[in-house]
């Protein structure tokens, strides 16, 4: 099994079968990219009091295991707001995934975070996925999940920890923001309100707010899905790390019913 989500190729990435999603064997999960393009955020040069706030993902076509390639650029530099614009392309040259990052000013006023009421990983269960031998994917392999509430084949909210298992790029110690990105495109596979066996619910984005950076390489999601007849779905996850409250995170979803469906 890869040793890492992605592996360094230059100034490219190879997306290892560690990054699998659950739809399409030859595609990504999104909390693969998302980590990724937050990676980049990182990297940029802005001043030190301002933090990243806000990521909003377009998942624009499947992001394929292979080659990508990843940029992000400061589109507006201010004194305490900045923007920041990132995308990866796949090995041929086409955009699969845009993200817009917002910077602010850290803040200045006596704060504590809203305390945590969720029981801890300690207390959770393992999740009820199984994993498959001979396919490994970024949800039985590459991250750790143990449910409070709800389960995966179990209709309805869910609450849920999750810890990456393996580093991000082959070689790099996981930042916070990594862990937490990389967590948070799960609220949707959590909270099904339909059946994975006969439906699709796939995010054609993500949006990820974030109060402050955690602080513990646990991150856990209280998520629920709503699906409006005649509509659209979508689904809310508020985050906590092991200290408390750290951002939310929200997915419109194209909900469709579709022949019977291979557990992922």
């Known amino acids: ?35 990724l393009l937050v990676r980049a955020f990182e990297r940029l040069e802005l001043p030190a009091e301002q933090i990243l706030a806000r990521v909003t993902y377009e998942f624009l076509r499947p992001v ?22 990132g995308s990866i392309y796949s090995d041929g040259g086409m955009e699969v995934v845009r993200a817009g990052g917002l910077y ?14 969720i029981p801890g990983p300690d207390t959770a269960l393992a999740h009820d996925l199984r994993a498959d031998a001979e396919r490994a994917t970024f949800t039985t392999d590459a991250i750790e999940i143990r449910f409070i509430a709800g389960k995966f084949w179990e209709p309805g909210p869910a609450t ?7 580093p991000l790029v082959a070689g790099e110690q996981l930042s916070p923001l990594q862990r937490l990105a990389a967590a948070a495109d799960f609220g949707n ?32 999601l209280q998520a629920q899905t709503h699906v409006a007849a005649g509509g659209v779905g979508v689904a809310e996850s508020v985050l906590y790390d092991q200290r408390g409250f750290v951002g939310r995170a929200t997915q419109a979803l194209l909900v469709e019913r579709v022949a019977r469906q291979p557990r992922p």
């Open 160 to 166: 849920a920890w999750f810890r990456l298992r393996v």
């Open 64 to 85: 394929v295991l292979g080659t990508l390639r990843v940029s992000a650029e400061v589109v507006r530099a201010g004194r305490r707001a900045a923007l920041a614009e």
């Open 1 to 35: 099994m890869a040793e890492a989500v992605f592996l360094p190729d230059g100034s490219r990435f190879v997306a290892t079968e560690l990054a699998r999603g659950p739809w399409d064997p030859a595609a990504q999960h999104g909390g693969a990219p998302a980590a």
């Open 189 to 220: 596979g959590i909270s099904a309100v339909v059946s994975w066996q006969d439906h699709l619910f796939i995010n054609p984005d993500l949006t990820l707010y974030i109060a402050r950076e955690p602080d513990s390489e646990w991150i856990c």
């Open 104 to 117: 602010v000013h850290r803040t200045v006023v006596d704060a504590n975070a809203t305390p945590g009421s």
